[in-house]
Nanobody, 125 residues
Framework: QVQPVESGGGLVRSGGSLRLSCVAS????????VAWFRQAPGKEREFVAGISWMTDRPYYADSVKGRFTISRNNAYHMAYLQMNSLKPEDTAVYYCAAVPSRVGELRTPDAYDYWGQGTQVTVSS
């Protein structure tokens, strides 16, 4: 069983930075695809960034490309989302998601089996 747990959210001013962390328990972290999604009030959950278990290649939503960086540390069962140049429209609950041994870019919520509880990110203008 995999259980992601997020941390690192908070309140930041526009233009600021935050780093989110996700620790995923379980023995299979090295074969997990990991992604970050976010959900703002009244909106659907949307893909932010993902990283392949096979290639470690990251991929991003257009809205965050060039500002956010996803990474992973398999030895510590950790994934990270470094968020720079934050904007008020980045305000949302951010979720870490994981699924084992899938190939390709997984950009939809239904592609993931395991979800964390979420961490709030608020960007003030």
């Amino acid at each position: 069983q995999v259980q992601p747990v997020e941390s690192g959210g908070g309140l930041v001013r526009s233009g600021g930075s935050l780093r989110l962390s996700c620790v995923a328990s379980g023995p299979t972290f090295t074969t997990l695809n990991v992604a970050w999604f976010r959900q703002a009030p009244g909106k659907e959950r949307e893909f932010v960034a993902g990283i392949s278990w096979m290639t470690d290649r990251p991929y991003y939503a257009d809205s965050v490309k060039g500002r956010f960086t996803i990474s992973r540390n398999n030895a510590y069962h950790m994934a990270y989302l470094q968020m720079n140049s934050l904007k008020p429209e980045d305000t949302a609950v951010y979720y870490c998601a994981a699924v084992p041994s899938r190939v390709g870019e997984l950009r939809t919520p239904d592609a993931y089996d395991y979800w964390g509880q979420g961490t709030q990110v608020t960007v003030s203008s």
